[in-house]
């Protein structure tokens, strides 16, 4: 299984910017869809965002135009730029990999979550 590890999460002000970033273990995004999730205290997680092998990407409603996904494959980490920060954007973020050929039997891989608190 793929190991994932978040980092760059924080505290910040609304009307801010956070980048957070996901190292994976090894090369996947050749076959793997990337998503990042959120869940807010009392919440479902939720999909914010994620990036297909070929590199179409995929927004929650409440994030567009305001989250950006990516991807550094030569540093096998993908990337969550978080602009225009509101409090509701408040929860801890999840990295996510799910591997899209369905014969190859993988279970997905979750990273282990990092804080991210919008407030003034």
């Known amino acids: 299984q793929v190991q994932l590890v978040e980092s760059g999460g924080g505290l910040v002000q609304p009307g801010g910017s956070l980048r957070l970033s996901c190292a994976a273990s090894r090369s996947i995004f050749s076959t793997y869809t990337m998503g990042w999730y959120r869940q807010a205290p009392g919440k479902q997680r939720e999909l914010v965002a994620a990036i297909f092998s070929g590199g179409s990407t995929n927004y929650a409603d409440s994030v567009k135009g305001r989250f950006t996904i990516s991807r550094d494959n030569a540093k096998n980490t993908v990337y969550l730029q978080m602009n225009s920060l509101l409090p509701e954007d408040t929860a801890v973020y999840y990295c996510?990999?799910?591997?899209?050929?369905?014969?190859?039997?993988?279970?997905?891989?979750w990273g282990q979550g990092t804080q991210v608190t919008v407030s003034s």
């Open positions: 996510h990999g799910e591997e899209e050929r369905p014969w190859i039997h993988s279970a997905p891989s």
